[in-house]
DNA sequence: CAACCTGCGGCCACT
DNA sequence: CCGCAGGTTG
């Protein structure tokens, strides 16, 4: 132990070794927060100032919660799964299925992920003949959370107008909704937790007492209903004395606001808890000097900041080199070639990420790679349990588990088909609104024909039941894969996706055999053993097990997605203004400080070489684009930089870039040649840069007419995008 | 009722 | 470009 503590620096180990007291860590990016948190949970341990089952850690991600738990696997005696670790999520998972019958809820409630209550409420529109035009249902989720993450029930909402007044009516229908079909949400778990702990003394005492250390990591993430959760936990009522709550966080790196962090709960914990300890750490082991002081010069930029700046003593290490493509095509193909290079120069793989600001970046990266044969493996976007066929195949062993679970009967009632249309389910869910009962449990209801074909599917669901109560979970998800009629199904399409699809079938079952292993036995003679919470995995971690981290691939994933890791290569690709920072992000307040901290979180992944690199033109949702260069890239100091291109500022459009590999399949020509042919913009060309005396520097992105009525496109960024007369405005090439 | 077609709208990040 | 909703046809 005391060998552990002198490895740190003399701040770190002032953190660990802080008294039971309150504490609250400002911790910069590399400046080894997890080896802290965890040394701190060891040193508690260690020199008995609590036990094991007395400290509770919440993280915001699965992968960091794993990682918590194998550090300390490493660094105690003690099994680390007795510990409380987990996210948020999980852990009110625990709990909620703990006290069920005190949570109000069965069970076996289901757990819904953001594409199933994006269809429940659909769902829910339609029974209610909501016109769904006036009610976007994207906007009505966004509501609903954002109420909920706001610890705010439908009957709590100040309502001045009467759309607010209808849409909390709708919330107030879909809480309904819900509870009847036994399902929870993502922020329901937290609400359901923190009612279920404020209303109930004893269970509240019982945590209170048992959970004498809270700490928390990416506290800067919080929301505030996850920081009223902390609060109630900590307790320190009636003179008992609080849990001493240590949270970890930087404020820099808050890059969750959309889903309602708020970097504010960091002061108001300081505030709020009297925070006797405030410790910053700011020296980095992560990043060259070129690459911290890049990070450190974006992120001055901000205007609200707790303030702190990092530093290393390693060197300034490489400078940062700065690609400007002619195409995303082009940018790719460069890419690949220099992940080879790197590949060839002996680096790992594994130790190569691919960033981007948006999933749709992914494609055509992908496809180059591909065709180069380097390994690569995704993080994000569409996940293992997201799949059209792997969503199906739960939605059977959903209803097994709880068949009031009206979405996951909606789902597969016809699929595959069994003759039961729309007319079928129309008479069945308007019974069901009339009975107030489940999809499941109406049918008896009804009569004709769709009594008969939606009574079979039911007949189908209960024989699956018996048949697979008693056996172990890995069987009972292949037998139901058969007697369902979805491998069937998938085996008769003819499209190549079926043989894929088959596989993630087969998949599925690896998924549940892994998930036994890594289980608790279940206690014997218990009717579907693990099934509900094998299915609250696979809604909790979407898929997590594709992170296999054995194979040498080269990383590619979002820069959300790469919080808290680090490689020692980065490639940064799409710095454009309206991709990075995102266009929508500058219509919302402070929306640019966040694209900017989410851009000083890129820029802290790398440890040795950081690429930046940027297309002039960009194909995108089928059409093609003329950005401007990312601010954020103008805003690293040019000494820090190395052009591996000619740098185009002032001149014209930068010459064939040097690093030009043509692909014998598809010639190359500037992707404008073939937009406007042989067009006269008199001396101008599209995708060119131009000044205007009112709007500033833009981007030729469209021409039509021609003489006196030529007319051009240009995207002025935050000016916006206009329409110009060549022969009134003047423009002056950049 | 199901398969196919077409036209329209979305389209940023994630537990 | 992609997926979905709605309409048409077999």
Known sequence: MTDLIATLNEEQARAVTL???????????????????????AWLIQTGQVTPQGVLAVTFTNKAAKEMQARLAAMLPVNPKAMWIGTFHGLCNRLLRAHHREAGLPQLFQILDSADQLAAIKRLLKTLNVDDEKFPPRELQHFINGQKEQGVRAAAVDAFD???????????????????????????????????????????HHYQRRFRHILTDEFQDTNKLQYQWLKLLAGG??????????????????????????????????REFKVPNVIRLEQNYRSCGNILDA????????????????????????????????????????????????????????????LYRANALSRGLEHQLFSAGVSYRVYGGLRFFERQEVKHALAYLRLIANPDDDTAFARVVNFPTRGIGARSLEALQDAARTYNSSLYATVSHLSGKPRASIGAFVQLIETL??????????????????????????????????????ENLD?????????????????????????????????????????????????????????????????????????????????????????RRLMYVAVTRARQRLYVSLAQSRMLHGQTRYNMRSRFLEEIPEALTKWLTPRTSGGQMQARPAYFTPSPAAPRRPAVAARAPGRDLGGLRIGQNVRHARFGVGVIVAAEGSGSDARVHINFGAQGVKWLLLSVAKLDPV
């Open 295 to 354: 990070a450190n010069a974006i992120i001055a930029n901000n205007t609200q900041r707790l303030g702190k700046e990092l530093w290393t003593d390693r060197g300034e290490g490489e400078p940062i080199r700065v690609y400007e493509a002619f195409t995303d095509g082009d940018e790719a193909r460069w890419l690949v070639d220099e992940v080879q290079a790197l590949v060839r120069d002996g680096m790992l793989r594994s130790d190569i990420a691919i």
């Open 465 to 502: 039941r018996n048949a697979t109560a008693s056996l172990p979970l890995p069987e009972a998800v292949d037998h139901v894969l058969d007697q369902s009629g979805l491998r069937a199904h998938y085996e008769s399409q003819k499209e190549k996706d079926g043989r894929e699809r088959l």
């Open 507 to 595: 998949e599925i079952i690896s998924a549940a055999t892994n998930f036994v292993a890594e289980s608790e036995a279940p206690e014997p003679d218990v009717a579907h053993p693990l099934l509900a919470d094998f299915l609250a995995h696979a809604s909790l971690e979407a898929g997590d097990h594709q992170a296999d981290a054995t194979d040498d691939a080269v990383q590619l994933m979002t820069v959300h997605a790469a919080k808290g890791l680090e490689f020692d290569a980065v490639f940064l690709c799409g710095l454009e203004e309206g991709l990075f920072p995102h266009e929508n992000s500058l219509m919302e307040t402070d929306g640019l400080e966040e694209e």
């Open 162 to 204: 009467d759309f607010t007044r209808r849409r909390v009516a709708l919330y107030a229908e879909y809480e309904a909704q819900c509870q009847r079909e036994a399902v929870v949400d993502f922020p329901e778990l937290l609400l359901r937790t923190y009612e279920l702990l404020s209303r109930n003394e004893p269970l509240r």
């Open 237 to 270: 009522e009636e003179g008992e004395a609080p849990a001493c709550l240590f949270c970890v966080g930087d404020d820099d790196q808050s890059i969750y606001r959309f889903r309602g962090a708020e970097v504010g709960n960091m002061l108001a914990f300081e």
């Open 19 to 41: 008294p039971a007291q309150h504490a609250l860590i400002l911790a910069g990016a590399g400046s080894g927060k997890t080896r802290v948190l965890t040394t701190r949970i």
